[in-house]
């Protein structure tokens, strides 16, 4: 029986096990695929400790993105057939249709085709990281070629991903991080300045755009960081945030808000993508727009997902906890 990876309940890396399964046949609408390579996400080791947007139900699966190859194809299924190697786009949910295993069962319309130039490793790797910036830039910001964006927690997968698309969208990107020794890696991975650490953060901001701020700002973490970022945006910008990696108590910065007349913004890229478990419709056109977009990027290769490190299956465990240290500059990949 395939291996797959499972908890029990809520806690830290060492709740997650690896447990044998019967082989699960895809229904009507649903692809089944040998994996190859999961790539993870901080959303995943939320869910294990209960902080997610969905709560497992025990013994709960999870596990977003992965790749491989189509093993088995449900009715109705027309976009791919047994034998395609694809990768796993968001907007499932992470229980139902989890990843983390030798085989995973999920939507076809999530199973997408990957270009040949790409490692299942890096397939693995896209398209959170990928739409969550997308969706954010082009469809919320409206970004355009010479505006800039504050891109904070820049050396994860998502940082990163936004990073490489801002330079495809032509924009100016300022990346932050907490660690000096990673201002070089992004700058080589297509950042136009770093700002390392928080003292005196908005004033550095502002110094590097001349005085105004950011037009955007891109941020995971929310908290008590908000303040300084309403201090670091243009006069009329944009704040995005699509995190809340601080928690939920947020504290709004009303006077600054009236003084900088910025607009703050809450966005998950399910918003586009569709999670029915929360109710939450698939927007197809944008989907579509992005996919295409996204895919033509890797095969030309301007954009090239950064892998930190791989784990096998077998040390899941020791991956999530890797995750939850901070030390990655990009993905995190488990192999099967």
């Not at 709004?252 to 569709?274: D, E, H, I, K, S």
Request: glycine share 10%; proline share 4%; hydrophobic share 45%.
């Amino acid at each position: 029986m395939p291996k797959v990876v499972r908890f029990h309940q809520l806690g830290g890396p060492e709740v997650l096990q690896v447990e044998e399964l019967p082989l699960q046949d895809p229904q009507a609408g649903e692809v089944r695929i040998k994996v190859q390579a999961i790539g993870l996400n901080r959303a995943e080791a939320m869910f294990r400790l209960g902080q997610y947007l969905e709560q497992p139900k025990f013994p709960s699966r999870l596990g977003i993105e992965a790749a491989g190859i189509v093993d088995a194809v449900g009715a109705g299924v027309m976009n791919v057939k047994a034998g395609d190697k694809v990768s796993v786009a968001t907007g499932q949910s992470i229980a139902e249709y989890g990843t983390y295993g030798e085989f995973a069962v999920v939507p076809a319309i999530s199973a997408v085709p990957y270009p040949a130039n790409l490692t299942p490793e890096e397939a693995a790797s896209v398209w959170v990281q990928y739409l969550t910036a997308y969706f954010a830039f082009v469809d919320m910001a409206g970004l355009k070629t010479g505006q800039s964006v504050l891109i904070t927690a820049a050396t994860g997968g998502a940082g990163l991903g936004a990073v490489e698309m801002a330079r495809i969208l032509g924009a100016t990107s300022i990346a932050t991080t907490r660690s000096a020794a990673k201002k070089d890696a992004l700058l080589k991975a297509g950042a136009d300045h770093v700002i390392v650490g928080n003292e005196n953060f908005a004033d550095r901001v502002k110094e590097v755009m001349g005085g105004k701020g950011a037009e955007v700002i891109f941020d995971p973490i929310a908290g008590d960081t908000l303040p300084i970022l309403a201090e670091s945006v243009a006069w009329g910008g944009r704040i995005i945030l699509y995190g809340a990696l601080q928690g939920a108590q947020t504290a709004y910065p009303l006077w600054t808000a009236f003084l900088r007349n910025f607009t703050l913004q809450t966005y998950m890229v399910y918003n586009f993508t569709g999670l029915a478990t929360l109710g939450l419709r698939r927007n197809e056109e944008a989907m579509a727009r992005a996919v295409a977009f996204i895919t033509q990027q890797l095969r030309e290769g301007r954009l090239k997902p950064r892998i930190d490190r791989t784990f096998p299956l077998a040390k899941i465990r020791e991956a999530h906890a890797y995750m939850e240290s901070n030390q990655q500059f990009g993905k995190i990949v488990v192999t099967v």
